[in-house]
């Protein structure tokens, strides 16, 4: 006789990770105060263009000299104070996660990243958690300065010019960037398959 099991949080329609997830900080990959420093943020829409409100959105990216070491422990906590250890406050985490609000909208405070090999395009690795998925989304958000290098990066290159350009942030004045995801539609963002 086989066992019936529970399923699993991939195996059921989600939210599984409103608690614990998010935490204080999530988006201040960059400290606050540093003159570098850019606004990226956008929002998240389902296929019926609705705001999704429970997503929640991973930004993995190289510092501006292209390295990807970032701050170590970034979601440590300390004992002492309950607070996240390596959000310190003065150094670059290189890593951010942030849920969206009630109307699907996220930001994050970062750097320009730079390229994190000779000739790649630099660009913020994005992961997105949202209700309906069965599995989290990968994509890239290239801001306006390294958009053409986007065309000439190997694993995007059978792109249409159109399907590429959802993936390339829109310079919305001094410093901030905006980059909307569409989970499926028109203009949908190109997700990527990793295996």
């Known amino acids: ?12 329609v989600g ?8 935490f204080t900080g999530g988006g ?7 003159p570098d420093a850019i606004t990226v943020h956008g929002h998240v829409y389902d296929g019926a263009g609705a705001p999704v409100p429970d997503a929640l959105i991973e930004i993995w990216q190289a510092g501006p000299s292209g390295s990807t070491t970032g701050a170590p ?14 959000r310190d406050g003065v150094r670059f985490t290189g890593f951010g996660r942030v849920a ?10 970062t750097l320009v990243p730079g390229p994190h090999a000779d000739g790649a395009a630099p660009y913020l690795a994005v992961v997105v958690f949202a209700r309906g998925l ?7 958000i290239y801001l306006s300065e390294h958009a053409a290098g986007a065309a000439a990066d ?9 399907r590429l350009a959802t993936l390339c942030a829109r310079h919305e004045h001094d410093r901030v960037h ?17 295996r």
């Open 134 to 140: 069965l599995h989290h989304l990968h994509t890239r």
């Open 28 to 34: 201040e990959i960059a400290p606050a105060g540093r």
């Open 1 to 12: 006789m086989t066992e019936l099991l529970p399923p699993t949080p991939s195996q059921t």
């Open 154 to 162: 190997p694993a995007l290159a059978d792109l249409p010019a159109e």
């Open 100 to 109: 969206t609000d009630a109307d699907g909208h996220w930001a994050v405070r």
């Open 73 to 86: 422990g970034s979601l440590r906590r300390d004992p002492v104070t309950g607070r996240d250890a390596g």
């Open 178 to 194: 905006r980059f909307d995801i569409r989970l499926q539609g028109e203009d949908e963002t190109v997700f990527l398959d990793f």
């Open 15 to 22: 939210p599984f990770y409103g608690y614990a997830l998010p």
